[in-house]
């Protein structure tokens, strides 16, 4: 775990009063010490989902990332395809859904459940090729037989899943909303989200929120390191949500919630995390 002296001044003298923001667990992978070789594996989800603080789920929702791996078309579940193992996305929802039917309580708060879905834009390891046309649909075809799997469970239990969409490539998540099932009624509808990452040139992935027009996006994640008071105010007037996702936790990333009030905090370490929220 990296972690400052300086944040642990903060973690022991900083005031009670906390921000209530939900807490998920980054990438499937955030039992501690943080190890991100470990992103996205069915044996790290298993870890996290397990975590306890207070008798209590640390955490209240997950996020998994799914790709469409081009050199063999599978929907795998993984955090990169140069690393990837051969997780498909079928046996991420079963581990989802079985902890849903079966885990005494859902999560920290008591409240619904979190379920992040990053769809991935690249198809091969260098993160050079883009998805064709066929391979969008696929992908998305993938993403709604997740969603069906941890939607079924959710109902076989009886509660309710907050389901979010989310990826870097609007276009992806055009073809999401273009494959919605018929079966699919507004009160059990995903909801979309996009991202705001380390900022070009340093990133060539983050994109500005139009490139998303068309999307009915609800929540953007922020990298709490990043932020911009500008976009950040631009956000709220449009009734965006905002969340922000890190990595390792310092008095930086403490100071940052404190200040912004994110509505969830989407973390590597989920542990240190509640113990700081809970404070």
């Known amino acids: 775990m990296r972690i400052t002296s300086s944040a642990w001044l ?14 998920i667990c980054h990438n499937s992978n955030c039992a501690e010490p943080a190890d991100p070789e470990r992103d996205d594996t069915l044996a790290a989800m298993s870890e996290s989902l397990a975590l306890e603080v207070e008798g209590k789920p640390a955490i209240d929702g997950i996020e998994v990332d799914l790709f469409w791996r081009a050199s063999d078309d599978t929907c795998i579940f993984a955090h990169d395809l140069a690393t990837a193992g051969n997780d498909t996305a079928a046996q991420a929802a079963d581990a989802i859904a079985f902890h849903i039917t079966t885990a005494p309580q859902l999560t920290f708060g008591g409240g619904d459940f979190q379920m992040f879905v990053e769809l991935k834009d690249y198809v091969d390891a260098a993160e050079t090729m883009l998805h064709t046309p066929d391979q969008r649909m696929k992908h998305a075809a993938c993403a709604w037989d997740f969603y069906t799997t941890v939607e079924q469970a959710a109902a076989a239990r009886g509660v309710h899943i907050d389901f979010f ?3 870097f490539g609007p276009e992806m998540l055009k073809e999401v909303i273009a494959q919605t099932p018929a079966s699919v009624d507004a009160d059990h509808a995903p909801r979309y989200e996009s991202y ?52 390792s936790a310092t008095v930086e990333h403490f100071g940052a919630i404190e200040q912004y009030e994110p509505s969830m905090v989407n973390t590597s370490e989920a542990t240190l995390m509640r113990r700081w929220l809970e404070h």
């Not at 500008?230 to 969340?243: G, K, P, T, V």
Request: proline letters at 9%.
């Open 10 to 23: 903060l973690l022991a003298f900083a005031a009670c009063d906390r921000p209530h923001a939900l807490l």
């Open 165 to 167: 969409f989310g990826s």
């Open 196 to 247: 705001y990452g380390v900022p070009k040139p340093l990133d060539p992935e983050t994109r500005p929120l139009s490139d998303y027009t068309g999307i009915p996006i609800t929540l953007v994640e922020l990298h709490s390191q990043w932020i911009n008071d500008n976009e950040h105010e631009a956000l709220l007037a449009q009734n965006i949500e905002i969340a922000f996702f890190m990595f």
